[in-house]
T-cell receptor, first 116, second 115 residues
Framework: GAGVSQTPSNKVTEKGKYVELRCDPISGHTALYWYRQSLGQGPEFLIYFQGTGAADDSGLPNDRFFAVRPEGSVSTLKIQRTERGDSAVYLC??????????????FGPGTRLLVL | AQKVTQAQTEISVVEKEDVTLDCVYE???????LFWYKQPPSGELVFLIR??????QNEISGRYSWNFQKSTSSFNFTITASQVVDSAVYFC????????????FGAGTRLFVKA
């Protein structure tokens, strides 16, 4: 079956612009996660959805970052007024959701965001 | 606070050598999971293994083996007879119930396997 997909694979934008990054989880997975990975670092947690609701958004760095998952499947990570420091790879992962956050997460290929 | 330390930033070996990637973790949780992921140059994190805190049995899967020792808070990963295709960045991660079951990743170890 299909894995986690993310679009676009690359995004270049200018400082101050708004961007949306999309994640399509594995079919049937109710849990969805967003991470940010800076160069040379491990992924850093941003937000976790269980179904349509954000169960934990404590990793979002500030109020310029927002994520939605209106129908409990596809999720969009939205970044307003982008800054050069937002440049990173944004990873999405999903898991079955039945066992809570101790489950194995399966990752997408990521969106590489570059803010000029 | 939870923490995962991968002290080896980069390792370079010649094909067919064995290599061990170290992972040391810190947590006050009694229930937690440890993971290893592989990130090849394509960028996608590939799940390798999950181990829960109540199961200290070592595991072998083909050329891969894992040594979990709670006494030293370590979860090391060994690749036997390494191959060029093993070249990647390897991440150790921890999910525990402190702070809502966040998954904390180490900084990764970049493995170069030369032919």
């Amino acid at each position: 079956g299909a894995g986690v997909s993310q679009t676009p694979s690359n995004k270049v934008t200018e400082k101050g612009k708004y961007v949306e990054l999309r994640c399509d989880p594995i079919s049937g997975h109710t849990a969805l996660y967003w991470y940010r990975q800076s160069l040379g670092q491990g992924p850093e947690f941003l937000i976790y959805f269980q179904g349509t609701g954000a169960a934990d958004d404590s990793g979002l760095p500030n109020d310029r970052f927002f994520a939605v998952r209106p129908e409990g499947s596809v999720s969009t990570l939205k970044i307003q007024r982008t800054e050069r420091g937002d440049s990173a790879v944004y990873l999405c992962a999903s898991s079955l959701g039945a066992g809570g956050r101790l489950e194995t997460q399966y990752f997408g290929p990521g969106t590489r965001l570059l803010v000029l | 606070a939870q923490k995962v330390t991968q002290a080896q930033t980069e390792i370079s070996v010649v094909e067919k050598e064995d290599v061990t990637l170290d992972c040391v973790y810190e947590t006050r949780d009694t229930t937690y999971y440890l993971f290893w992921y592989k990130q090849p140059p394509s960028g996608e994190l590939v799940f390798l293994i999950r181990r829960n805190s109540f199961d200290e049995q070592n595991e072998i899967s083909g050329r891969y083996s894992w040594n979990f020792q709670k006494s030293t808070s370590s979860f090391n990963f060994t690749i036997t007879a390494s191959q060029v295709v093993d070249s990647a960045v390897y991440f150790c991660a921890l999910t525990g119930n402190t702070g809502g079951f966040k998954t904390i990743f180490g900084a990764g170890t970049r493995l170069f396997v030369k032919a």
